[in-house]
């Protein structure tokens, strides 16, 4: 008996979160775009996940779905001139910012990318630490207070707390006195802009407006206007007393605009870098988290090494080098953004002739790139399907290609925020796990859900205790589907 539990120690059971099965056959251009309304997620069929490239599928032009590591560094980076952002994944992605890095191109892009790097450095997002940590101070707070063994919808929590980072690493002094109203006016800004249109399938140009933009129109205009103030309040205190001003992304943003013939961006690139930054960077790590406890949840082999991490690092006094310490938390979300990458697809649009491990690519020949694909590719992974955060670390991390492993995407137009992210998950997750035992509450079915970014379905409800030993069940309370 003993020996049995013993091994069930040493082996505890492979976990293998939801995921949809991938579908027998390639869709059929009805089916594939009925199910592209429903759940992207839900398209992929067994083909995509076993073999290096699959072409056609879908009935617009020449496509080319890519998951071989050596092709996708040709497309990413090597030949990477070649390749531009298709139209719609910049509408979606970049909320329709057309001024910001992330949809800018050619030279523009070029200069920002220049001009924004060193505010992503290494060294700067250290700087970011006890902003991240007050964020999730005040989650421990509001979770605290409401009171141990209540339900709480997890996601809607992680969004509330990248959304506090976002606020306090961009506009350190707040946004004043209508601060709840501007918080409310940017979550319907960005579900509005960043939702895709029929017409945006269509390839209608933005000038044609949108039903769903037409119907908060008020509330977009208030927040774009908001931003304005903010940044003419900072510019003010920049020229008047810059001594004064915060050490955050908007006093870096404002010092790096163009001066006396000095090149540097425009007030139009600040405007729009600033909303940028808020869309690309608040969701995506939401979900990260939101994933990541989910995962935790259903591993009480997981959870006991990660409590046993944070309780060790997180009671030495706070260090800017915190997360750099945390590895195994990081792994955790190294191995979350692995089985649901926020951004489960990157595309790109050939300009010129091409090949791809002999296929032959034209001018216009879509690329895709699924990271969610690539990251469960049978012929890459040992095991794809399964939760085993143990792959990142050791001599197992460095035997990832790097070009199998693509949650921020690969070459010059990789994430320029990959090193804040990382850093504020790693940062929030410990907090959580230090103060709290979390359980998915009881018949909730877990289901990723592709919608801009790839999220659970319908929330993730959590019953959050005070921490003490709670034990979990590996694997309760989620559905499964994958066989493998
Ligand atoms: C877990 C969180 C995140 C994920 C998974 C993620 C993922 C990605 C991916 C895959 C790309 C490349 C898209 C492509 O090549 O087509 C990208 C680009 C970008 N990301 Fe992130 N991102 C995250 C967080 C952030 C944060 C926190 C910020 C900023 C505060 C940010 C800002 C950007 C920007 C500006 C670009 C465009 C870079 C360029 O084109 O030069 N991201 N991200």
Redo the contacts with the bound molecule.
Sequence with gaps: MREASEHARRFPPEYRPPAPKPQAHLLRPLALIRTLKRNPLECWAAAHFEQPIVSGGLPIGHVLLVHEPRAIRHV?LDNAANYR?DHL?RRV??AGLND?????EGEQ?RA??RV?APM?AHRTVMDFMPAMMSAADTLIARWSATGDGSTIDVAAEMAKV?LDV?ER??FSDGFGSDAEDIRVAMAVYFNTIGRISPLDLLGVPDFIPRLSRLRVRSTLKFFEAEVDRVISARRRLLSERPDRAPND?LTHLLEAMETDGRDGLTEAEVRS?IL???????E??A??LSWALFLLSQSQQWRARIEAEVDRELARPASKGIADRLVETRAV?EET?RLY???AA???VAIGDDELNGEPVRPGSLIVIS?YVLHRHRLLWDRPDVFDPQRFLGSGAAAIDRFAY?????????????T???Q??TLVLAMIVKHFSFQLRPGHEVWPLLRV?LRPANGLPMIVTKRTNHPVRDGAGSRQMLTS
Excluded: D, M, Y
């Design positions: 990413l952002k994944q992605l970049s910001g890095l992330l949809s800018a892009w920002q990318r924004l992503f990248t976002v690493t961009i992304l870098n940028t930054f808020i869309a690309a960077g608040h995506t790590t979900n990260t979300i953004i990458p926020p951004i990157i595309s790109r990271p693509l949650p921020f995407g690969a070459g010059p137009r990789k994430c320029i925020g990959s804040f992210a990382l504020e998950a970014t």
